[in-house]
């Protein structure tokens, strides 16, 4: 014959008198810790996209204003120059992108001209354009194929003189 099973009586950590809330805590506590390693998995599965493109964007909007200002100084240099020096252009242009952080990118400047180009009163315009790297991303296909946004900018000025001046 098989005895009947013994129920253990209570214990000192069991009194008799436990109510429902306590065992529940009771049985909740492998549970205890998730919260924080919960939060920290969410913090850095949206964290490190919402920094990547902030970083993105911020060297977006340095290209712009450098590609803006490039277009300036350009046309305002064959604006005052009847033949106006492309190396002088590109190193002007180069110096603005300096100036916003971005180094080594390729910058294309080219010029075009209502009516003749050294006389006063024709319109010269500037046309700048560059190929901006996105950042964090390696050279893998290298630098002609990698990921990239090109930004344009151009600005027309006045030829005020003909000649030096």
Request: charge should be negative; charged fraction near 15%; proline fraction near 9%.
């Amino acid at each position: 014959m098989t005895e009947p099973a013994v129920l253990p009586s209570p214990g000192p950590a069991d009194p008799p008198d436990a109510s429902a809330a306590e065992s529940q805590v009771r049985f909740a506590l492998p549970d205890a810790g998730t919260a924080v390693i919960e939060f920290i998995f969410a913090a850095v599965i949206l964290l490190i996209p919402v920094v990547y493109l902030m970083l993105a964007l911020s060297q977006l909007q340095a290209a712009g204003y450098a590609t803006t200002s490039a277009a300036v100084s350009a046309s305002r240099i064959a604006a005052r120059d009847a033949n106006p020096s492309q190396q002088r252009a590109e190193d002007v242009a180069a110096m603005h992108f300096a100036d916003f952080g971005l180094r080594d990118v390729p910058i294309t400047i080219t010029y075009s001209c209502s009516g003749p180009c050294g006389r006063a009163g024709s319109l010269v315009t500037a046309d700048v354009e560059t190929r901006v790297p996105l950042p964090g991303i390696p050279l893998i296909f290298g630098s002609e194929n990698s990921p990239h946004i090109t930004m344009r900018a151009s600005h027309s000025d006045v030829v005020a003189t003909t000649g030096n001046g």
